[in-house]
């Protein structure tokens, strides 16, 4: 299995920044893509930015300019720095990833608990 664990959530005035940060541990063979996800009170999970092994990376329109993705494959982690946080960044954001085990060749999707980002405005 493959553990995710985020961290560097908080409460931020608007305007502030923010750096998640996610770790994943486990029996990994390999790790594909990683990405953050965010749901917001009576709202469905949306994407919020995915980077692939090769660091190729995708955003959501809502947080491009403000939001970057990195990751450190030595680490297994990944980091999402949040500039300009908005209130309606508020949401819990969500760590995963797709990767495979020692135990099983086929790739599978893993969460983390997930870490709350709290804006005031």
């Known amino acids: 299995q493959v553990h995710l664990v985020e961290s560097g959530g908080g409460l931020v005035q608007a305007g502030g920044s923010l750096r998640l940060s996610c770790v994943a541990s486990?029996?990994?063979?390999?790790?594909?893509?990683m990405g953050w996800y965010r749901q917001a009170p009576g709202k469905q999970r949306e994407l919020v930015a995915v980077?692939?092994?090769?660091?190729?990376?995708n955003y959501a329109d809502s947080v491009k300019g403000r939001f970057t993705i990195s990751r450190d494959n030595a680490k297994n982690t990944v980091y999402l720095q949040m500039n300009s946080l908005k209130p309606e960044d508020t949401a819990v954001y969500y760590c995963?990833?797709?990767?495979?085990?020692?135990?099983?060749?086929?790739?599978?999707?893993?969460w983390g608990q997930g870490t709350q980002v709290t804006v005031s405005s």
């Open positions: 995963n990833a797709n990767a495979t085990v020692t135990a099983n060749p086929w790739p599978g999707h893993y």
């Open positions: 486990g029996s990994i063979a390999s790790i594909n893509a």
């Open positions: 980077i692939t092994s090769g660091s190729s990376t």
